[in-house]
């Protein structure tokens, strides 16, 4: 196997925020990387089984583990390490700064090493890349870093807080410690990120309890007096926004971007030690994109809706209605939507608080029932009335005891907080903070409402820009019963899905997302060295799938010392394409359980 990924346990915690760590599985498994989670009670003795290692945060190693750790670098294995240093300092050739609590980090203004001055080698590119794609990227959590060799080459650094300026944004900002640090050791390399990365993609995912409205400091237009998910937003509303169209919103996918920055260091170790390397890509057929556009059924308005659903036939294209409760639509509605391919979803009711539509799950598990019943189709996904939340992760246990597969409440209410209030564009499975259990329940966030009458059509624009660069889904909300009364509305919905198109993004409803993304996590990437009778060699890849898989695109980046690819394999007459910064043979096949592909 190629990349392990270090235990993150108890016993093992530099601080208590070391506990967001065990979140790296979870980054791993979407990225569609082939990884091994090291055995937590002998981690260090399985080195050998890795050519690349994770520290998914900052760790208190004892001298055992630094030692090993030590040597496999030295050697000519890859570290990596999210958080701090983990008491390998000497491999980092950095010191610890101390604490941060939650700050920014930008590209080094003269990416250098640490006491020459020289430029950081182009190799280093594809990370610096992700560090320059817009704003400061913010971190909640990580340490400072002080460069100690001229050898070390600082990527990014952080940025003083004040430093920021609503005329002129981070330029000009004031450097506060080396935050991005690359450096070779021995006959290896390390890349240091001492942002914490995984607690920073949880907390902007997953936001703060909601127990109270917003503050008014925070955004006076999202104290209206009622509980809703976006009065958990963690970003900040000055420095995280930018004006698009004319209107403020979270432009940049921070959580998506803190993924891709591993993936990115991951895939420059695995270069740089000549190291072949397969990746599961997000969607068939290497499509760079996939669009959503769900309805939420708001009064349940026959002629409304039906004048919907022939505009979306006329698109050619499915699309997710979310079922308010009670009434809904004639059951020969939901049957004709689901022979078009479309989906009949729940639009959990706790705002209106009548019998039954209050933030009780009971009151969950009476409208599911209700609607599946109504519509005598499986109902796997959510999403609630005016985004109604309250807690944190709570609502991701209720639907996860129904059985409700996906929920995509997370997104904007309010003008001012469209685009990435919770971070991003792709698909994540929740963490339970208490337990650090995973729940099964896939979220699939949503960037607006209704296009032209409350987001300007450019900020549709710049979320399929977004997600066509990052990988992951541009989900747009049109309410039946707002493109039923203006024509500008259904124009901007036919606008938006021409938009993407042309660009190469097809569109799906949320159970096809929430299918894919399952059964992409049981494919299977597994590198084997021959046996020495067979004359050894580098590692053979082979991939094999749990369930059906079509057009499967399966990436793989060749080191650039690596051998020439293996007659007979898959990927020998694959195109090449570029991919997170880096050119790599692509491979589409149709995955089959039992059967087993060799990649190299």
Known sequence: MCIGLYPVTPKNYADFNSR????????????????????????????????????????RLNDTERRL????????????????????????????????????????????????????????????????RGQALHAFGGRRLAVLSAQARELAVWLAPESWNEERGWDGAVAEGAAVVINDYGRGRAVLVAADVMQSIVRLQQGR???????????????????????????????????IGG???????????????????????????????????????????????????????????????????????????????PGGYAPEFYQRLHQLGSEVALHFDARSGSIGTNWLEADLRRQWEW?????????????????RWEGLTEFFLWLERLGIKSDQTKGPTKIGVGGYPFGGSHPWF???????????????????????SRWPIAVGQ????KALENGGVAHFLFHPVVVGRSAAVANALSGIVAYGRERGMPWWTNAAIQDWERRRREV??????????????????????GRELKRAAILFFTGKTARSRQSGAIGASGEWVQAFGFPARLLVTDLVPGEVKQLS
């Open 524 to 545: 299977r990437l597994c590198g084997e060295h021959p046996p020495l009778s067979a004359g050894g060699g580098p590692l053979v890849w082979k991939v094999e799938a």
């Open 209 to 243: 309890p909601v127990h109270v409205d917003a503050p008014p400091a925070a955004a006076a237009e999202l104290n209206d007096g009622i509980l809703k998910v976006d009065d958990g937003i963690v970003l900040d509303f000055a420095r995280d926004r930018e004006i």
């Open 20 to 59: 967001w760590g065990v979140y790296a599985s979870e980054v791993l498994a979407h990225a569609g990387l082939p990884f091994k989670s090291l055995n937590a009670n002998d981690p260090a003795g399985e080195l050998p089984l890795v050519s690349i290692l994770l520290l998914p945060t900052n760790l």
């Open 371 to 387: 609607l599946r019943e109504m519509s005598n189709l499986p109902v796997i996904s959510n999403k609630n009335h005016y985004l």
């Open 462 to 465: 710049v979320m399929v820009d």
């Open 69 to 132: 750790i030590m040597q496999f670098v030295e050697q000519g294995g890859t570290l990596i390490a999210l958080g701090g240093t983990s008491g390998l300092e000497e491999v980092f050739a950095c010191r610890d700064g101390g604490k941060v609590e939650e700050g920014w980090i930008g590209p080094s203004p003269q990416p250098r090493q640490g006491a020459g001055g020289a430029s950081a080698p182009g190799t280093a590119a594809p990370i610096m890349e992700i560090l320059r």
């Open 247 to 325: 209107v403020p919103i979270f432009a940049r996918p921070m959580a998506d971007e803190w993924r891709e920055l591993v993936i990115r260091a991951i895939l420059w170790g695995a270069q740089e030690a000549g190291l072949d390397i397969p990746l599961l890509w997000y969607w068939p057929d290497f499509v760079p994109a996939v669009g959503q556009i769900s309805h939420d059924s708001d009064g349940n308005n026959p002629e409304m809706a039906q004048a919907l659903l022939n505009l979306m036939q006329s698109l050619g294209i499915p699309s997710t209605w979310c079922i308010q409760y």
């Open 430 to 452: 929740p963490l339970e903070e208490q337990t650090l259990r995973f729940i099964d329940v896939l979220e699939v966030p949503h960037q607006t409402w209704e296009l032209v």
